[in-house]
């Protein structure tokens, strides 16, 4: 099973770029899957996560409004489409998927994940 996420770069204050996470090995429709930051000197922490079970997705309260989180069944690809970035923003993004079926905010967004993407970085600059 693998991960690979793609779209980070440098990032100009307000941008809008679009991270992907393409799956091989298994079908994303069957997993709970989120996408993680962690930026330098912080822990990493939820960003928008989706679940297996009903298709919800949930978003952290910083990126609420600003962020959304896609899936295409077809390219076995998730998406997470940024905008209206902030420096703040800037950080290392993964993708991770699970096989059990974690069904709400606090089971997507702390339970344990067990494969993880390579990450990609995204800097915002000011």
């Known amino acids: 099973l693998q991960l690979v996420e793609s779209g980070g770069g440098l990032v100009q204050y307000g941008g809008s770029p679009r991270l992907s996470c393409a799956a091989s090995?298994?079908?994303?429709?069957?997993?709970?899957i989120c996408w993680f930051r962690q930026a330098p000197g912080r822990e990493r922490e939820g960003v928008s996560c989706?679940?297996?079970?009903?298709?919800?997705?949930y978003y952290a309260e910083s990126v609420k409004g600003r962020f959304s989180m896609s899936r295409d069944s077809a390219k076995n690809t998730v998406y997470l489409q940024m905008n209206s970035l902030k420096p703040e923003d800037t950080a290392v993004y993964y993708c991770?998927?699970?096989?059990?079926?974690?069904?709400?905010?606090?089971?997507?967004?702390?339970?344990?994940?067990?494969?993880w993407g390579q990450g990609t970085q995204v800097t915002v600059s000011s």
């Open positions: 991770a998927a699970d096989h059990r079926e974690y069904t709400d905010y606090n089971d997507l967004f702390f339970s344990p994940y067990d494969y």
């Open positions: 090995g298994f079908t994303v429709d069957d997993y709970s």
């Open positions: 989706i679940s297996s079970r009903d298709d919800s997705i």
